[in-house]
């Protein structure tokens, strides 16, 4: 039970993996199977040793997986069914749907729960803002003076006079937009003059965050719409409205209240753990939370406290989005990325687990109740059954936040040092790669960025993204891919988990230049930057968006006329099909590592990878290899630079 008095919880039990799953015999070759990261193998090991269940486990347990669920062919809409089209007379659901349809309305369900998911948080983002400007958020500040002052221009505000009236007006202008009446979305200004008005015509550009969200909720109830291509356009404009709307205001509002993020050194992985302090991580996404916890762990009271319980200190370290956030802002360092969570709590060195929400496995108080680790839930929307819960709202963050600070160090002593495993080799990472920092190393402008693509010593980019699927060896498919890009003079930039297991890989410190070509690899000596950039969390896309369309700008072309591209080699969530479907959409084509589930239907796959092409000149490719995948990026981008004449 908890020392403060006022927790509750629920008890859960720790799971353990049956003995005849996995054998001490086993382990070594599981671990080969499974990871790659040599900190992530040695805790792997321990933890299969331990006998602890792991996502690894859970996905061995549900093979087969349902062949008509894997296609998108089943369909739960309706009390009629459930239903499958299993061909053969059977080739139509109760209400007469086909097969185009019912995949097409399951993928509209899923641009709809990642563009919801993302724009939801830029929201709470944008409301922490508001609290902030009219002094109800104690603990929060505006750290980026100029940015808002900027935003507020570029939102047609008046953006002079006292810091907390321009706030508030940007604030409420941004939170505006998830339901505006304008007809369009402020921030789509910044798509390059082609791209705008390619996306007007075809009937993409979205007319508010919420409404296209919802739209796309009406669309999928039954008997709405049965035209596979007009419910999946309508998936395009939903995306686009989290990329050019929700995340971008959670990236901007973010740079506001906690400062843009600037280039600087930190370190990363498991080896992050530290055997003589109290370690707490934070994972989730939402950076109104994180920022609170290391604010409140900074304390000087907090420091002496940790040492009367024995400790040197606070260690904090991050999972996940919510790590990226503060790796790119306060250099805090990461210990890993999606499928590294269960493995920090089983290092037996984690003293409380901080979580908001967003791919945090429901499972993860079981891991917990293995050892004496607290996984502390924060938000009303995502409570987790033996998990403590104390609600936190940008009025009480801050205390919010050293009462779980306290509870951490209160619970160093029941660590038990026999069962702890931290491996001893943190990996150095230059991360903080965000427009602004950019364009600050290269002088205020891009253009010298696109003057080296345009000569060909940088022959295009491509933005890997996206998270961890168990379905593939743990970061595999980023490394690989991001090695053969920079081999190939490609820039790479990252956000999410993709750049977390490039940074573990040692990819983002200069001295990787020697793994790029010759003449990327020039570039970077002389810029001083490694091959691969930390570009930030999942919501920081929107800094790639930023960044094409800025390029865009500068060649005036439109964004699909760049050599550019996109991938998501290890993909699991409905926020990478909405991330997907929103850089297609703006013109940029992206490469899955992951089949989606539309395989039912040569229709809708036939729109995806070709004929989509004809609204928005980008198209998606499905390469589960990484080295495929790119050969394939590499023809594309020198496709775009012959068709520009370079
Ligand atoms: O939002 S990259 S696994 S942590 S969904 Fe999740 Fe994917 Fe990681 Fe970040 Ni994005």
Redesign the pocket.
């Known amino acids: 039970m908890s020392e403060d008095p006022e927790l509750e919880i629920i008890t859960v039990e720790c799971i353990r993996t049956p003995p005849e799953h996995i054998t001490p015999d086993k382990v070594p070759a599981k671990v080969e199977e499974r990871a790659m990261d040599p900190t992530v193998k040695e805790v792997l090991s321990k933890t299969m040793l331990d006998g602890v269940e792991t996502v690894w486990d859970r996905l061995e347990k549900q093979q087969p997986h349902c062949k008509f669920c894997e296609a998108g062919l089943s369909c739960q809409r309706c009390a009629m069914g459930p239903c499958r089209i299993m061909g053969e007379g059977k080739s139509r659901g109760v209400c007469g749907a086909g097969a185009d349809l019912i995949v097409s309305r399951n993928l509209l369900d899923q641009i709809a729960t990642?563009a919801a998911?993302?724009s939801d948080h830029g929201r709470e983002v944008a409301e922490t803002l508001l609290l902030t400007a009219r002094g109800k958020a104690p603990g929060y500040g505006i750290a980026d003076e100029g940015k808002l002052r900027s935003l507020a221009k570029e939102y047609g505000l008046d953006a002079e006079g006292p810091v907390e009236k321009v706030a508030e007006r940007l604030a409420m202008a941004m939170l505006d937009e998830y339901g505006t009446m304008k007809g369009e979305l402020s921030m789509a200004k910044r798509l390059p003059a082609g791209t705008y008005s390619m996306l007007k015509e075809a009937g993409m550009l979205p007319r508010s965050i919420d409404r296209e969200i919802v739209e796309a909720m009406h669309r999928v109830h039954m008997g709405v719409g049965a035209d596979y291509r007009n419910i999946l356009t309508h998936g395009v404009r939903a995306s686009l409205g989290d990329g050019w709307g929700g995340s971008m205001i959670g990236t901007e509002a973010s740079d506001v209240l906690f400062g843009t993020p600037q280039v600087r050194n930190s370190k990363v992985n498991l080896g992050v753990l530290k055997h003589d302090q109290v370690n707490i991580s934070l994972h989730?996404?939402n950076p109104v939370l994180s920022e609170m916890v290391v604010r409140a762990a900074s304390l000087p009271e907090m420091k002496r406290r940790s040492e009367e319980v024995g400790a040197k200190g606070i260690n904090l370290v991050g999972?996940?989005?919510?790590g990226?956030e503060l790796l790119m802002r306060k250099g805090i360092p990461q210990a890993g990325?999606?499928l590294s969570q269960e493995l920090v709590i089983t290092t037996g060195a984690l003293e409380v687990m901080i979580v908001d929400y967003?791919?945090i496995f429901p499972s993860l108080p079981n891991t917990a109740a293995c050892y004496h680790t607290k996984v502390i839930t924060t938000s009303p929307k995502a409570k987790i059954p033996g998990g403590y819960y104390l609600e936190v709202n940008p009025e009480n963050a801050f205390e919010q936040a050293k009462r779980m600070v306290a509870i951490a160090v209160d619970n160093f002593k029941n660590r038990s040092p026999e069962r702890v495993v931290i491996p001893n080799h943190p990996v150095d990472a230059v991360v903080g790669f965000s427009v602004e920092a950019l364009r600050a190393a290269l002088g205020g402008t891009l253009k010298p960025l696109l003057d080296l693509i345009l000569e060909g010593k940088i022959r295009g980019a491509v933005g890997i993204?996206?998270?961890?699927n168990p379905k593939i060896k743990h970061d595999y498919g980023h490394i690989t891919l991001a090695k053969e890009l920079i081999r190939r003079n490609i820039l790479v930039v990252e956000?999410?988990?993709?750049a977390?297991a490039c940074a573990e890989a040692g990819l983002m410190v200069p001295e990787a230049a020697d793994l790029a070509g010759k003449s990327l690899g020039n570039v970077c000596r002389s810029l001083g930057i490694p091959p691969v950039l930390h570009m930030g969390?999942?919501?920081d896309n929107t800094r790639i968006l930023t960044l094409a369309a800025e390029l865009a700008n500068l060649a005036g072309v439109r964004m699909d006329q760049l050599p550019v591209a996109g991938a998501a080699p290890e993909?699991?969530?409905p926020?990478?099909v909405a991330?997907g479907c929103y850089f297609v959409g703006s013109g940029i084509s992206v490469s899955l590592g992951v089949m989606p589930k539309i395989s039912g239907s040569p229709n809708v796959i036939q729109l995806l990878t070709d004929d989509i092409q004809g609204a928005v000149k980008a198209k998606f490719w499905v390469e589960p290899d990484p080295k495929k995948a790119a050969a394939i990026l590499f023809d594309h981008i020198e496709t775009k630079r012959a068709d520009l004449g370079l």
């Open positions: 990642g998911s993302h989730g996404h999972l996940c989005c919510t990226n990325n999606h967003q791919c993204v996206g998270c961890n956000t999410g988990c993709a977390i969390s999942c919501v993909w699991y969530s926020k990478a991330i």
